[in-house]
């Protein structure tokens, strides 16, 4: 019945969706809990009183930070990584009845323990044991930790489907690709594409990136993260990493993933079909969206953060990535397209070129450089051969650490 | 192994996707064939040789196009609506072995001839009973129709949901959103947008809007449609229909769909999560990508349409939709909140008052006020109750396409 025709307010009221109650808590074991994504997770979590248990929570090396968390998410196990954290971790849950364990073998447990959902958090390849752990025992894993794929990539993805476990990106860019994907065969997939902000660096010449100090290149312009990540990001060897974990994740051949530029990080990623069709996955630049998606995962869960308002935004920009400027991505999608264990050595040469550029023994041109020499010094038979499991993957990752702890000798 | 590291092209060659090979070719009843989205049709479907066969083909008025359609398509009948176009539809047939035939009862036989695939992209009203007949007989229908959802949309929802029939949106706008749809659940939907590109009109006062020639309005900057859709498009009244089809196909209250105006016409709709997830789709301005999607699905093909490239494009403009200028938009909202017969009657008047505007009988500002004071005269118990059926639509339709002539008169 129409009885008054006229005009309606620009912005229609939005009704929120009643969450749909569980039947019981999710249960979650939290590897990572201490860092920027544990954190982020624990603020999605209290978002939905209730609707989540913490059966266990990993970190590093911070013990009593650990404590504070395992007390927050009222988790039933905490396991700190470094031994001599465990005095903190104890002291601090002291009175409390969480259990304290120390140790990779305590990681590994806490990964294990009874849980319907994994979040894989650990920063680096120390993670990478644990993940693994997980997949082989069959278990959903939410993936924020880049290594696992990255170095073990087809070794996880195989293993994953033999223990029939399922992994669900956490990255917001993979996120954002498995969003856009759908129900949709690989098969069907023309061109994926990862967006990168460009970092602070993305107007910079080539000699002022190289020479940029470790405030510069932690300043990121849209997204709070570690400082690992943030530097992986200053010079987009980021979106290399990130083209390799889509490669094995979505099983999309490398010269069908690209990267375009994206100042704004509103788009993440974006999937081409024969047809034309170009699906978009978008977020505003705040982890607490693929956190959500992933724990909410095949349900859906407010996260405390609202979808971009597009017209509000005005504007969303894109330009090609800059591989003369940016030479990192270069190299990161030479070592995906060479395969094997090429991403392997790449991942950990990066990794220690990064702390050394934090420490100021380098200067930030010399990381992608120096990770570009240490892959082409190693031998492709023998070194770079492709890891069949967790253990290959740790010496071919062992390997090309020790030869970049040479170069920077 | 990496032989060589260095820098990659930008752009990596994209290498096509062979097309699967389909067992026998999908059988097409093409209805509209003579019109804009009919014709793209055929161009998708020479596209792909071998990959489809045209059961039957229907048209208006146009015999002798219709017979020059049914000979490209090798189509095995053709239909022509209006019996007064029966004698070019057999003249130009003669010798091709074609079966002619005129009337609503062939172009419904047309609808309802073996096959796997029906295209309904007959423009206005009259492709309501064909629509329906092969909805009612469970076949997949790829719906270019408006008028099929925003004249009898529950009741042809409802009807598939009987029969079975699975309904693909082949406009640009209602595809794009089914394919960012995925697999989800409607329930979990927040928010679905569908784009506007704000027409020829989008910067001009609400004055000169309201006196713009036919010439003015069917001068659109993006699209190449029929001269109805164009007309609809500049006054946003298209916008209007297209909120209304997307609460019958994809079930999402009225509140929940909005329009934003996007000058580029690349996104074509948007789905907005509470967990802060945006999923758009895309695709450069040419209904050759939807109607592939269409024609193709669950599968994909080639479309002679590449994905959008978004570098290339350098950037996507937001704006919101201005109800003051665009009135028609505002009352078709009204019209979709009211429900029952409301949308029927809106989408009724309109045409009438489409076609007096291109009559140069009417201004174009005439075109919203008037259907509004349509809507408004109509007995909201007796003449405004939902239709249940075609027949019904159709009377509501019947009804208020008179009043609208009274008011013209």
């Keep these: 019945m129409v009885t008054k025709l006229g005009l309606v307010p620009a912005e229609p009221p939005r009704s929120r969706r009643a969450l749909r109650p569980d039947l019981r808590p999710k249960r979650l074991a939290i590897l990572g809990a201490t860092g920027s994504i544990g954190r982020s997770c624990a603020q999605v979590i209290a978002f939905a009183p209730g609707r989540f248990a913490v059966a266990s929570v990993a970190g590093g090396r911070d013990g009593a930070a650990l404590a ?9 196990f905490a396991a700190v990584a470094d031994p001599a954290g465990y005095g903190d971790l104890k002291a601090g849950l002291a009175g409390t009845g969480v259990e304290a364990a120390a140790g990779p073998e305590a990681v590994r447990e806490a990964a294990l323990r009874e849980a319907d959902l994994v979040v894989s958090a ?6 990478l044991g644990p993940t693994f752990a ?31 476990a399922m992994l669900l990106p956490m990255d917001s860019e993979h996120n954002a690709l498995f ?39 932690l300043a990121h312009p849209n997204w709070v993260m570690g400082p690992k990540v943030t530097i992986d990001s200053a010079g987009l ?10 490669h094995f994740l979505f099983g999309v051949p490398p010269d069908r993933l690209e990267v375009v530029v994206h100042p704004q990080s509103i788009v993440h990623g974006l999937i081409a079909f024969a047809d ?18 992933c724990l909410a995962y095949p349900d859906r869960m407010a996260s405390g953060v609202r979808p971009p308002d597009l017209a509000a935004l005005g504007r969303l920009t894109f330009e090609r990535a800059d591989l003369q400027r940016f030479p990192a991505l270069g190299i990161a999608i030479e070592a995906l397209r060479a395969g094997g264990g090429a991403p392997t050595a790449l991942n950990a040469a990066n990794e220690i070129a990064v702390a050394a550029f934090l420490a ?24 770079l051969a492709a890891p069949q499991d967790v253990a290959q993957a740790l010496a071919i990752h062992h390997i090309a650490g020790e030869r970049m702890k040479r170069l920077l000798a």
């Excluded at 240490?374 to 070194?383: F, L, P």
């Design 360 to 383: 100021r023994r380098i200067g930030f041109g010399e990381i992608a450089r120096l990770v570009g020499r240490t892959i082409s010094a190693m031998d492709a038979a023998e070194e």
């Design 134 to 164: 997980a997949v082989a025992a069959g278990r959903t894993v939410a993936l924020a930790n880049k290594e696992t794929l990255v170095c073990a990539g087809a070794a996880v993805m195989q293993t994953a489907r033999r223990a029939g």
């Design 179 to 217: 969003q856009a994907m759908g129900a949709r065969e690989p098969e069907t997939i023309e061109v994926m594409t990862i967006t990168a902000s460009g970092g602070p660096f993305r107007e910079w010449s080539a000699e002022r990136i190289a020479n940029a100090t470790p405030e510069e290149a």
């Design 122 to 127: 650990i920063v680096g390849a120390a993670g």
């Design 276 to 293: 034309g069709s170009l699906i978009a996955g978008m977020a505003s630049p705040d982890m607490r969206t693929p956190i959500a998606h």
């Design 237 to 246: 060897m980021n979106k290399g990493l990130e083209l390799i974990e889509a």
């Design 68 to 76: 504070r968390c395992a007390i927050e998410l009222n988790a039933e």
